[in-house]
């Protein structure tokens, strides 16, 4: 007898691609999850080592890094090169396998701007990146990218400035977590301009500014102050062009001192149109090398959306900003403590809580399950 082979009907077909179609479905969120678990974790060891990056800082010169110098002024009060606006990041190099990128930097110079042509009379210099002249002879470690600067999880640019240099054209170096700056300085401590963050500027004019800040200033507690955090880059396209959410710095439309206080700040920015036309700042995460633009505060809580005061916008001095922390973690941001430990703090974390952990001697006492 003989048996006819009988194949697959469409019914049976349809119902096989069904199954699978429903098993890719259940199994992608896992996979996706599974990856960016991976990323987060990364991102949390991208912090730690710069916690102890920070850490053997301290031990060898007994304070922490300035975020930046100020240009010296003289008894006469006129100013002085040179002007180290060098970031935070920049000084931790030799802490963080990057001597040879360390010993490169010319300190002579500062990162960006400043007096001079070092482009030799080339009436197209090098730079196409609003750097100036002082950037020019710091290209090579400028468009350094540094793998223990950048999340996993951000895919977004942050730069789009470019130097060319040996036939080759280069962004500019980007960046993913920035120093804390601490809440508003102007009108803190009765509105004295002083910083209230771990983080300082070195001066020699600037009297809010005078202060070198060593483990002793954490009265708070190490295990009690943020340091960094992270924020999601920028996406480098023209004011306007940009997708609108946390990758972009709205205008605000009142000045640093027009309101009271930092929780009265943040409930302004809520109020900000969030649309092409309020834009303000595409270039969060640029220039990791520059101190102007490496610095956040907690006047914000995490993972809402960024405005610029309108009698600062990016402060070249980096002492006073609005950017917040933000991330592509589901949930909130990992966070860098001055005890080298790194926390993930939730979206969710009340302002109380989160303006407790930016400063490192207000007398707040603060609980491990408010953060």
């Known amino acids: 007898m003989t048996w006819k082979r009988r194949g697959f009907t469409l019914i049976e077909l349809l ?6 179609a429903v098993l890719i479905a259940l199994l992608l969120p ?11 974790s990364q991102c949390v060891n991208n912090l730690k080592q710069i916690g102890l990056a920070m850490h053997n800082y301290v031990s060898q010169n007994d304070m922490l890094p300035p975020v930046a110098i100020d240009e010296p002024v003289n008894g006469g009060g006129q100013a002085e090169p040179p002007w180290q606006n060098w970031s935070q990041h920049a000084r931790l190099l030799p802490f963080l396998e990057q001597q040879p990128l360390y010993n490169a930097i010319n300190w002579n110079f500062g990162s960006r701007w ?9 009436p197209n210099p090098p730079d196409n990146a609003a750097g100036g002249a002082w950037s020019i002879p710091q290209m090579t470690v400028l468009c350094t990218q540094i793998n223990s600067f950048l999340c996993p999880s ?7 400035g470019t ?17 804390n700056m601490g809440l508003n300085r102007r009108i803190s401590n009765n509105n004295s301009w002083i910083p209230n963050g771990p983080n300082y500027v070195a001066s020699n ?3 809010a500014m005078k202060r070198n800040v060593g483990l002793s200033m954490f009265v708070d507690g190490t295990s009690n102050t943020v340091i960094y955090s992270e924020w999601i880059k920028g996406q480098a396209v023209n004011t306007g062009s940009a997708r609108d959410g946390l990758t972009e710095v709205y205008n605000l439309g009142v000045d640093s001192g027009s309101i009271p206080t930092d929780y009265g700040y943040m409930q302004k920015c809520a109020t900000v149109p969030a649309i092409p036309s309020n834009q303000n700042w595409q270039w969060k995460g640029e220039w990791w090398g520059y ?4 610095i956040y505060s907690h006047t914000i809580t995490p993972n809402k959306i960024s405005c610029a005061y309108s009698d600062v916008g990016q402060d070249g001095r980096g002492t006073i900003t609005m950017i917040n922390a933000s991330s592509l973690h589901p949930g909130g941001v990992n ?3 001055m005890d080298g430990s790194v926390k993930f703090i939730k979206s969710s974390v009340s302002y109380v809580a989160w303006y407790a952990l930016a400063t490192p001697a207000n007398g707040e006492v603060i609980s491990a399950d408010s953060f």
């Open 205 to 207: 004019w600037d009297g």
């Open 154 to 160: 951000d895919p977004y640019p942050g730069t789009s």
């Open 163 to 179: 130097f060319t240099f040996n036939g080759n054209t280069k962004l500019v170096g980007s960046f993913s977590y920035p120093a």
């Open 291 to 294: 101190s102007g633009t490496s």
């Open 114 to 122: 400043g007096g001079g042509n070092f482009s030799g009379g080339d």
């Open 335 to 337: 966070t860098l403590f």
């Open 15 to 20: 119902v096989v691609i069904a199954i699978i």
């Open 30 to 40: 896992a996979v996706q999850a599974a990856r960016e678990a991976a990323r987060r």
